[in-house]
Every structure is written in structure tokens, then in C-alpha cells.
């Protein structure tokens, strides 16, 4: 890709989905695997009249582990931050900190060239934000969620959460999410998943699985797997009893996010749902255990108190 076309796209993602400001405090964070990528947001906020600073990290290994205390910091200092990383900076104390301080975040764990200029990127994030709206307001108001694939059923207790909107565009105070994006999510009260659900898109630090996973959960937790790469997984999540909570029900909706392996964009993609393993307690759950993972659900049906909003890839809303 031309470094004219990446400079294109970066400008468009910080006037477009951030709402950046001349005058205003970039904060962009790389890591090895973005470096193209890093430097080209840098300097379309430069372009933009923005006072922006890059900083490269070393990868932290895996996703919802805290990044550096001068980074958290530097964070917490900025107007806008922009995370171009290999894994996820989303659910960490650094993000929710940044945010209670008013910075506008965004996160981008995974993030590709190719991704970067096409595919999810390209969506209509007015069409994007009002779908994801409307299923954050269906699962705020909702007591039950069941996920059904392959005759293996899971029911989640979704009473007193708050269902949030993964938008793409984050131009208030505090505002955050992914980017590219396009999904609602929710955390599910802790103790209350109770069945098995089959994974068969993909798993966060695992890509691709080589044959679906199958997942058993009781009383919240994760009790069994089942699978090829069924012990893989549990040696990403390691031995705190923690990293098993069922700590996320999500549902994508943007209708240019493909299946590539990748969790960034295979999460938002329109008709899929996604389970999360580990913390939770940065958008509405009690869980924090330092690794946040996600596995993708390819067409399940979803009911929602009974009502089923999601089958065959489609979301059935009127």
C-alpha cells in the first residue's frame, strides 16, 4: 500500500471517527508488528495540527495485560489516544483510566495493512452505529440471553447490565472502543452462564481454529474444552481461575468485517456473535484478571428473553 493512501486513510480516521482537533494532544501507541501504521497516523495528526507523540512498546503478549506505567500515564495526559497493537490495550486499567479522564480512545489490537485500508474500515459507520445502538439498547433492557449452535445451547444472566455500543466513531469525552468496529457487547452477571457453546470462527491468540472448540461453562466459569486447540487455550489463559469467567456476550454488525483470523475484525463481523474469557470489570462486570480473550461464533441463533434476534447470519430486528 502507498504511503499516500495510508496517510489518507489515517487522516480520515482521526477527523472522521475521533473528531480530532488542531491544537488537541495525539497519544499514538505502536508496537513492531504496526510500525507503517504508527507512523502514519502520527503524521496526519501532525498534518492535522494536532500535538502528537508516538510511542512504540514492546508487544505485551497478550490481550487486557497493562501496558508500561509511563504509557498509562502518557495516556491519561493526551486529549486522543490511537492504539496500533498487536494485542489489546481495550479492557486494562490504563484504558478506563484515560477515559474517566475524559480522552477520547481508540484501539486497534491486530491491526493490519490490508485491514487498515479496506474491509471493515470502509463501512457506512452512520449504518454501522445505528444497528450497534439499537442492540446495546436491547440488551441493557434484557434479563436472559440463550446462544444455540450445533444443538449445544447457553444461557447467560444479563439482568442490571449495561449493554454498550462499539460504534467506530468516539468523538465525545471519554468515548472509546475498537477501531475498525461495529458490535454491542455486554458483561454477563458473573456465576450465571450455565450450558456449552461451540466456537467456530476464530479465538483471540489462537486465529483460526483447526476444528471447532467446544466450550462447557458452570456456574459462570469454564469447566471443560473440547477440541484440537482446546489446550492451547488453556495455556493462553494460564492459572488464574479468573481468566475462565464468561465475561462477554457480543454481536457484530458491520456488514464489511470478513473471517480472517484476526480477532479485530473477525468480532465485528455483521451476524456472528462472540464469547470473552476473563476481565470484565472495564465495561460493567466485577472480574479483572489481567487477559481478556474472545472466540467467534459463526451464524448460532440468539434469543434474547425469548425473542430470537439473530439466525442464519442475520439479525432480526424490525
Given at each position: 500500500m502507498g504511503e499516500d493512501?495510508?496517510?489518507?486513510?489515517?487522516?480520515?480516521?482521526?477527523?472522521?471517527?475521533?473528531?480530532?482537533?488542531?491544537?488537541?494532544?495525539?497519544?499514538?501507541?505502536?508496537?513492531?508488528?504496526?510500525?507503517?501504521?504508527?507512523e502514519a497516523l502520527f503524521a496526519a495528526g501532525a498534518q492535522l495540527g494536532a500535538r502528537a507523540l508516538l510511542l512504540r512498546i514492546q508487544p505485551l503478549g497478550r490481550s487486557g495485560a497493562e501496558p508500561p506505567e509511563a504509557?498509562?500515564?502518557?495516556?491519561?495526559?493526551?486529549?486522543?489516544?490511537?492504539?496500533?497493537?498487536?494485542?489489546?490495550?481495550?479492557?486494562?486499567?490504563?484504558?478506563?483510566?484515560a477515559c474517566a479522564a475524559g480522552v477520547r480512545v481508540a484501539t486497534m489490537p491486530g491491526i493490519t495493512e490490508e485491514m487498515f485500508f479496506a474491509g471493515p474500515i470502509t463501512a457506512d459507520y452512520n449504518r454501522v452505529a445505528?444497528?450497534?445502538?439499537?442492540?446495546?439498547?436491547?440488551?441493557?433492557s434484557a434479563e436472559e440471553a440463550t446462544l444455540e449452535k450445533?444443538?449445544?445451547?447457553?444461557?447467560?444472566?444479563?439482568?442490571?447490565?449495561?449493554?454498550?455500543a462499539s460504534t467506530g466513531v468516539y468523538r465525545e469525552r471519554g468515548a472509546s472502543g475498537?477501531?475498525?468496529?461495529?458490535?454491542?457487547?455486554?458483561?454477563?452477571?458473573?456465576?450465571?452462564?450455565?450450558?456449552?457453546?461451540?466456537?467456530?470462527?476464530?479465538?483471540a491468540g489462537l486465529g483460526r481454529p483447526a476444528a471447532p472448540l467446544k466450550l462447557t461453562f458452570t456456574r459462570g466459569m469454564l469447566t471443560a474444552v473440547e477440541g484440537p486447540d482446546g489446550e492451547r487455550?488453556?495455556?493462553?489463559?494460564?492459572?488464574?481461575?479468573?481468566?475462565?469467567?464468561?465475561?462477554?456476550?457480543?454481536?457484530?454488525?458491520?456488514?464489511?468485517?470478513?473471517?480472517?483470523?484476526?480477532?479485530?475484525?473477525?468480532e465485528k463481523a455483521y451476524g456472528t456473535v462472540h464469547v470473552a474469557l476473563g476481565s470484565n470489570d472495564t465495561f460493567g462486570g466485577r472480574v479483572a484478571a489481567g487477559i481478556h480473550v474472545d472466540g467467534v461464533i459463526k451464524a448460532p441463533d440468539l434469543y434474547i428473553d425469548g425473542r430470537k434476534v439473530l439466525s442464519g447470519g442475520r439479525i432480526l430486528l424490525d
Open positions: 493512501i495510508m496517510l489518507q486513510v489515517a487522516r480520515q480516521v482521526l477527523q472522521d471517527n475521533l473528531g480530532l482537533q488542531a491544537g488537541e494532544q495525539l497519544l499514538v501507541i505502536e508496537d513492531e508488528t504496526t510500525l507503517k501504521i504508527g504509557v498509562a500515564r502518557a495516556m491519561g495526559a493526551a486529549d486522543v489516544v490511537i492504539a496500533a497493537t498487536a494485542h489489546s490495550l481495550t479492557h486494562t486499567q490504563a484504558k478506563k483510566a445505528a444497528l450497534t445502538r439499537k442492540i446495546a439498547d436491547l440488551l441493557s450445533d444443538g449445544r445451547r447457553l444461557r447467560l444472566s444479563l439482568r442490571g447490565r449495561k449493554g454498550i475498537n477501531l475498525p468496529s461495529g458490535e454491542a457487547y455486554i458483561a454477563p452477571v458473573e456465576g450465571s452462564a450455565e450450558g456449552v457453546v461451540i466456537v467456530d470462527g476464530s479465538f487455550l488453556l495455556n493462553l489463559l494460564g492459572d488464574d481461575p479468573q481468566a475462565r469467567n464468561l465475561a462477554e456476550l457480543g454481536i457484530g454488525t458491520n456488514d464489511k468485517a470478513r473471517i480472517t483470523g484476526v480477532i479485530l475484525e473477525d
